[in-house]
Structure formats: structure tokens, C-alpha cells
């Protein structure tokens, strides 16, 4: 009876397993509603609001961006913490004013950073990746370099 209770045991704990890593690999909430990332980011993103309203002052929101393989964000900084976790793909996050791939660390699913308020920091999606962003609103980005800002070149 004991090697059968154990056997169940250890069943249960590998489809436990199992239904972990199919949850944390597959992509979240098919039932999003994505639109395209404001001008801000470079073309190629595309947002979904998850919670409160970005463009409100002091209020919490959540939004989940959707990343093209190799996508890049240049240096830049935001008015208040940005909390960001990896739903799906590698989010690799720099820190400093100048995009540097060696410096980089790499956030496989689950992964977790926050990039304070006013502290330059940049990003690079590999494989198609979707990341979950918290923080106070309005949301803002600013462009160490303004000639990276997508919104106010032809690039976009």
C-alpha cells in the first residue's frame, strides 16, 4: 500500500509540474485585447491596458506589451518606478544611459525587475515576448537621446 501512496505522490507532483510549465510557457490571456504601443515606442509593439488608466496622475495601472524578436528600447527613463515581469520570451534589461547588449541581463518567463523612477535603463526582447508593466500614472517615457524617441522622427 505504501509503494502505491508514493506512486501517486509523485504523479500528482510531476502533472504539478508539468501544468506549471505550460502555464509560465504559454502565452497569457488569449482573450487580450492588444492595439498598437503608443507612438513612443517603436514601431513593431503593440499594448493592452490590463488595469487602471496610464494617462491618469496618481493612479496604479497594469499594461502588457507584446515584443517582436530582437526588439529594442533605447535608453530612457520614466517619472515614477516601472515594475516589469516576464510573461512570455527573454526580456534582457539594461541599466545606464547607453545601450550596451554586454551589460544586459537576461529575464527568462517569470523574471522580474524594477527600473526606478528617473534611472536610465533599456531593453531587447529575444523571441516573441510579452512583458507586464506596473506603475503610478501618467505614464511617461523619455528618451536619453531625443533623436530615439519614435514619436517625434519618421521612423515609426
Known sequence: M???????IVAGAVALVGCAHATATEPADPGVQWGPAPAVFPAGAQMAVMGGDPAKPGQEFTVRLRLPDGYKIAPHTHPTDENVTVLQGTFSVGMGTTFDPQAMQALP????????????????????????????GPFALTYVNPADNPATSASR
Do not use: D, N
Open 109 to 136: 518567463v517569470g523574471g522580474f525587475v524594477t527600473a526606478p523612477a528617473l534611472h536610465p535603463h533599456y531593453a531587447q526582447a529575444r523571441g516573441s515576448t510579452i512583458v507586464q508593466v506596473s506603475a503610478i
Open 2 to 8: 505504501r509503494i502505491r501512496t508514493l506512486y501517486l
